[in-house]
């Protein structure tokens, strides 16, 4: 199984809500996601640093799905409206090797 990990920071605070809910339409319209989590950090920065507003998690079958996922045209329109809203922004894919 392939794990795709994505971190946003909001280019604006009042966008937060607009990031979350955006994301959450692919869940909706994508059936190459297997598995699906997406949430928004609580808490203030520490010593850590200033943390990521939020993560969407999608796990996928094959590298396939996941091209596939990324390839989507529903996928490349909603990153579309995304990119104006974030500020950074990070991708991880990897394979888990729980699954």
Do not use: C
């Not at 920071?9 to 996601?33: G, N, W």
Request: proline letters at 6%; charged letters at 25%; zero cysteines.
């Amino acid at each position: 199984m392939i794990r795709h990990i994505f971190l946003w920071q909001a280019a604006e605070p009042r966008e937060r809500a607009t990031i979350l809910d955006l994301l959450a339409q692919l869940s909706h319209r994508l059936p190459m996601i297997r598995s699906w989590e997406l949430g928004a950090h609580i808490g203030e920065p520490n010593a850590n640093g200033d943390p990521w507003d939020g993560a969407l998690i999608t796990d996928f079958d094959s590298w396939e799905d996941l091209a596939a996922y990324s390839d989507d045209p529903f996928h490349n329109e909603i990153v579309q409206q995304l990119l104006p809203l974030v500020r950074s922004r990070a991708v991880v894919d990897f394979v888990r090797k729980d699954a």
